[in-house]
């Protein structure tokens, strides 16, 4: 068992005793109301107050751009010392911020937590709701996809730092060569599959050995609605019709190895990004810079297009990716934690972050003209803004998250990962992947509809 999926087990385990003793008779997702909620939400007056009196806060986090929002935020306020703090990426950080939690010592006064997991540290109450402070108002601040992903039941248990809508990302240099149109639908993808790999047995549309968040996404998109979640109950259903258009579709491409069998963020995958022998992602808005500085090779060859369509004409696209700045319950400078995240995620920060190449969840950002307009020699000039700013708009809504989603996705490539190596379908991994879920969930208390 490799140490990546041995933490999220454990992180998985740890959280769920904790998170269904605490949502056990409480309603929606985030529990009954707290007296700090209950209470009148505190005033920007309260929080210049705070920043005016000094501190010292710790943030746990790995998103680069803060470091210059970090230097931007103590210029303005030089009474609060921030230190940031860099325990891991992902799952790394969870189980730290997990154990510290557990310990009592060494809690972190704001935390970033993508989305998926947000859910698990939010009904375990090991955040805090953020309406105490005012977040409720800021509705409408966020584009929906990474709004929706902050709030459960009533409560806001973090604010959104930046956005995955996917889009097309495709190498303009082989699409042409070998004179494929730029895909629409899936359909066109399919064929368009099938016509490089004739041309060029070397070359595949895009890569996949199997990825949790891609699946989801694919799934998202095509409108499905696999998890429903309230409290601590959960249904679980792959056998939607969202999900089975996504799988009936990409079954087609990984039947007749039609996608590389190189998985992504690895060696192979930036070699076959700038060599051509990968054509395509269907990757986050914040794919550009990774591009950019990962795959040199590319300059000049890539473009950005709208996520392919299930029915012609359709704009509908997900989220891939994300994060939030939350504040774990057990800081004990919450009033500092929440003036930071709100000038890192709302206020000044958030264009710090757009300069150093970050994708917003702020709607002004994202509809400012300097934004859109930016050309990006890398895309040959082309103003990719618009295409992604434009699939932050078309986020299909309904989307859930179970409470256990680090979990679940630790254990997908051993049920539906098994359907890229054969000997089973997409449609059956994912019924595996339905069952794992499912017995966890009622192993760790959960309440299975």
């Known amino acids: ?29 985030g529990g009954s109301e707290t007296a700090a909620t209950q209470s009148a939400a505190m005033s920007d007056a309260d929080l210049q107050a705070a920043l005016d009196a000094g501190g010292t806060i710790t943030v746990m986090a790995w998103e680069p751009t803060l470091k210059q929002v970090v230097s931007g935020f103590q210029a303005k306020y030089p009474k609060v010392k921030v230190n940031l703090v860099n325990a891991g990426t992902h799952i790394d950080q969870y189980t730290a911020l997990q154990n510290a939690i557990k310990a009592g010592s060494g ?15 939010a009904l375990s109450k090991s955040v805090a709701d953020l309406r105490a402070f005012g977040a409720d108002k800021l509705d409408g601040t966020f584009t929906p996809g990474p709004w929706n992903s902050v709030r459960s039941g009533n409560g806001v248990h973090g604010l959104p730092m930046d956005s995955g809508p996917m889009a097309l990302f495709y190498n303009k240099e082989v699409f042409d060569k070998h004179k494929i149109a730029v895909p629409a639908t899936w359909e066109e ?41 309230d409290g601590a109950k959960v249904r679980i259903d792959f056998t939607d019709p969202g999900t089975r258009k996504f799988t009936t579709a990409w079954q087609q491409l990984v039947s007749e190895k039609l996608v590389a069998p190189i998985t992504a963020w690895s060696d192979a995958w930036y070699k076959g990004l700038g060599d051509g022998s990968i054509a395509t992602l269907i990757i ?14 590319g300059s000049g060859k ?10 012609a004409g359709g704009a ?10 939350a504040i774990p319950e057990a800081s004990t ?3 500092l934690a929440y003036a930071f995240i709100k000038y890192a995620n709302v206020d000044e920060g958030v264009q710090t972050r757009v300069d150093g190449g970050a ?62 190596v054969g000997g089973t379908t997409l449609q059956d991994g994912l019924k595996a992947w339905q069952d794992a879920s499912i017995t966890y969930a009622k192993d760790q208390g959960f309440s299975v509809q």
């Open 1 to 29: 068992m490799n140490t990546t999926r041995r933490h999220a087990l454990l992180l998985g385990a740890a959280l769920a005793v904790s998170l269904v003793a605490t949502a056990c008779g409480s309603s929606g997702q």
């Open 107 to 121: 809690v972190p006064d704001v935390a970033q937590i993508e989305y998926y997991a947000l859910p698990q540290f």
């Open 189 to 229: 993808y399919i064929a368009a599959a099938r016509k490089l790999h004739a041309a060029d047995p070397k070359a595949y549309i895009t890569n996949d050995t199997g990825d949790a968040g891609f699946t989801t996404s694919m799934i998202w998109q095509a409108g499905g609605k696999p998890y429903q979640v």
């Open 284 to 297: 986050g808005a914040w794919m550009p810079a990774n591009l950019e500085s990962g795959v040199k090779a």
């Open 302 to 311: 890539w473009r950005v297009a709208p996520m392919p369509q299930w029915e």
């Open 316 to 325: 509908a696209s997900a989220e891939n990716g994300g994060s939030s700045l």
């Open 333 to 335: 400078n919450k009033a």
């Open 359 to 420: 994708f917003p969840a702020t709607s002004a950002h994202l509809e400012a003209p300097a934004f859109q307009d930016k050309k990006f020699p890398y895309f040959g000039g082309q103003e990719v803004n618009q295409v992604l700013a434009r699939s932050a708009d078309q986020v299909v809504d309904g989307w859930s998250y179970l409470p256990y989603q680090v979990y679940a996705n630790s254990v997908f490539n051993d049920t539906v990962g098994k359907a890229y």
